[in-house]
């Protein structure tokens, strides 16, 4: 992949050269004079003028050639690759989309080593790319006729998945986007990179913290071996990324994942699905700091900048509004139909699995610990703040949540209370929210 897209061959029209830096004008002046010219090919890489128009994101010429009805959306070069491939290596957006508009098949794979426009997209990192792939692939026929998961698991000619290449390249987002896409997080490569790897090898190989804190969050084995019998742990070492092997070492403590039942509840409203994994990524954050701090590691400040956000959110409720399970967080998610409130961090502990196994993925469905009924939808609490609560929110909740919150996460080993508060739903009883309030008063 990457080779060079510069037009060293003949170009004795000047075709090519001016697709490639984009001089419109010229490019229609040419094509005018000679239409038979669009199917012209680069001597030796047997480009297109439309895998170069796409290849250096030259949009509004991509939109000319492609008006034309003799111009293949689909055309391959010498490696068999795709327009479509080569702006989503180059991180073209726009080519991206506009190819996938006129009808470009995202199922293509290239000859050189058996990828797709996927692939492509996963290995450079282009995240957003990446996404209108998956959401083109969402509405087409290859969501009928393959399936997403099928897809988003596609292999290429070594047995490697997107998602090992995302992990391999440290590419964080592309790794969480696939991850939610439905990417297997166990699967193993056929002959790619070092034989039987998971994804979780090749990010200790990579050396991203930032990767493998996704992958463990979804689930991925610390203990899974590859084709030679190594686990991740020693892949790290063996490419002396020692922080990377200090969160994989299979002593150290075990990561929070992201809990499978989640993904079954039909509507996960994207609000609420988004405050659940800010509080998972913190804690897990939190416990990467506790393990490096004793290895003599620094972790780089985390990529979240999002963190804010959820403070904000939740500085604006009043203390009324206190979480009933763990009387530390203020309640930001909604239990439907019920109408029970909880905290971020007592969600996750609800449906929180140490290790779900990611491929029977076969556990009960949560629910709601004060009236024990489904959990139809999981929705963000919608915050009504008077005048009065305000004030006191204000001046004295946030510093009181801040200080409970660090004393919260240095207890324990997992670095998570709300795990342990999950056996000890019976002692609230089964009354509803409004009878646990007085307790909550007790306490303060
Ligand atoms: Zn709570
Ligand atoms: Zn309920």
């Not at 996938?100 to 058996?114: C, R, T």
């Not at 050396?207 to 493998?212: A, L, N, Q, R």
């Not at 700091?289 to 999002?306: E, F, M, Q, R, W």
């Amino acid at each position: 992949m990457g080779q060079g897209l510069s037009c060293r061959t003949p170009d004795e029209h000047g075709l090519f050269t001016a697709v490639q830096f984009g001089d419109l004008e010229i490019v229609k002046t040419i094509l005018e004079r000679d239409p038979s010219l669009i199917q012209q090919r680069t001597v030796y890489d047997r480009h297109s003028a439309l895998h170069i128009a796409a290849a250096n994101g030259q949009i509004e010429i991509l939109s000319i050639l492609l008006e034309n009805r003799s111009v293949n959306p689909d055309s391959l070069n010498r490696h068999k690759q795709t327009p479509l491939m080569l702006a989503a290596m180059h991180g073209k957006i726009a080519c991206v989309e506009k190819l996938i508009e006129a009808g470009a098949n995202v199922l293509m794979f290239d000859s050189l080593n058996g990828r797709t426009c996927l692939h492509y997209a996963a290995y450079y990192g282009h995240s957003d790319c990446l996404q209108t792939i998956l959401s083109s692939a969402r509405t087409s026929h290859v969501a009928s006729s393959w399936g997403l998961s099928r897809f988003v698991n596609i292999r290429g000619g070594k047995g490697e998945t997107p998602l090992h290449l995302a992990a391999r390249q440290r590419r964080p987002e592309c790794v969480h986007i696939l991850l939610d896409s439905g990417a297997l997080v166990c699967a193993s490569t056929g002959g790619h990179g070092l034989p039987g790897s998971t994804p979780l090898h090749l990010a200790a190989r990579g050396g991203s913290i930032d990767c493998i804190r996704e992958l463990l969050a979804w689930g991925a084995d610390r203990l899974h071996r590859d084709a030679s019998g190594r686990i991740p742990y020693a892949v790290a070492l063996k490419y002396k990324n020692g922080a990377c092997a200090a969160l994989l070492n299979p002593s150290s403590a075990e990561p929070l994942v992201w809990p499978s039942p989640l993904k079954f509840i039909s509507e996960l409203n994207q609000d609420a699905k988004a405050l659940l994994e800010q509080a998972l990524m913190e804690v897990n954050m939190e416990r990467e700091k506790t393990i490096l701090k004793n290895t003599g590691y620094s972790v780089a400040s985390p990529s979240h900048s999002d963190t804010t956000a959820m403070d904000d959110n939740i500085s604006e409720a009043s203390d009324s509004q206190l979480c009933c399970i763990c009387f530390d967080q203020l309640c930001a998610i909604e239990v439907q139909d019920c109408g029970h409130q909880m905290c971020a961090q007592c969600t996750l502990a609800l449906c929180c699995h140490n290790k779900p196994n990611p491929t029977t993925a076969a556990l009960p469905a949560p629910i709601c610990p004060f009236c024990r009924s489904n959990i139809a939808r999981l929705t963000v609490v919608k915050v009504k703040v008077n005048s009065a609560d305000q004030d006191l929110d204000v001046y004295s909740s946030p510093k009181l949540r801040k200080s409970r919150k660090s004393q919260n996460l240095s207890e324990g080993s997992s670095s998570f209370r709300g795990l342990s508060a999950v056996p000890s739903f019976g002692k609230i009883g089964r009354g509803s929210g409004r009878v646990s309030v007085d307790i909550e008063i007790d306490k303060l």
